[in-house]
Nanobody
Framework: EVQLVESGGGLVQAGGSLRLSCAHSGFSFDEYAIGWFRQAPGKEREGVSSISSTDGTTYYTDSVKGRFTISSSDAQNTVYLQMNNLKPEDTAVYYC???????????????????????????WGQGTRVTVSS
């Protein structure tokens, strides 16, 4: 079974940097996507970034473009989210999630690009808290 473990969260000052890690295991197929989501108090969970295992295609939500970078290390079985120039509004619990791409594309007539919505993902980590202070 797919397992995801996040780490790297913490308390940082605005303008600082933080790198989150998502260690993964148990994939039965090679074609999958891993995404980062975040949820702040009183707000809905939103997709932050995602990456494809097939060709490295990435997705970023507009608010983090130019500041966050998602990457994957095959040797380490880990996906990273490098977060630079952090802002107080980035404060949230960050979750790592995974889904199989063939099922995603074949199961939805409207599916295109990389999945970036919560309901499109099947497996979830426990979350890691990020707090950005002024």
């Amino acid at each position: 079974e797919v397992q995801l473990v996040e780490s790297g969260g913490g308390l940082v000052q605005a303008g600082g940097s933080l790198r989150l890690s998502c260690a993964h295991s148990g994939f039965s197929f090679d074609e999958y996507a891993i995404g980062w989501f975040r949820q702040a108090p009183g707000k809905e969970r939103e997709g932050v970034s995602s990456i494809s295992s097939t060709d490295g295609t990435t997705y970023y939500t507009d608010s983090v473009k130019g500041r966050f970078t998602i990457s994957s290390s095959d040797a380490q079985n880990t996906v990273y989210l490098q977060m630079n120039n952090l802002k107080p509004e980035d404060t949230a619990v960050y979750y790592c999630a995974a889904t199989y791409l063939p099922a995603y594309y074949s199961g939805s007539y409207y599916a295109k690009g990389l999945p970036h919505l919560s309901y499109e993902y099947d497996y979830w980590g426990q979350g890691t808290r990020v707090t950005v202070s002024s």
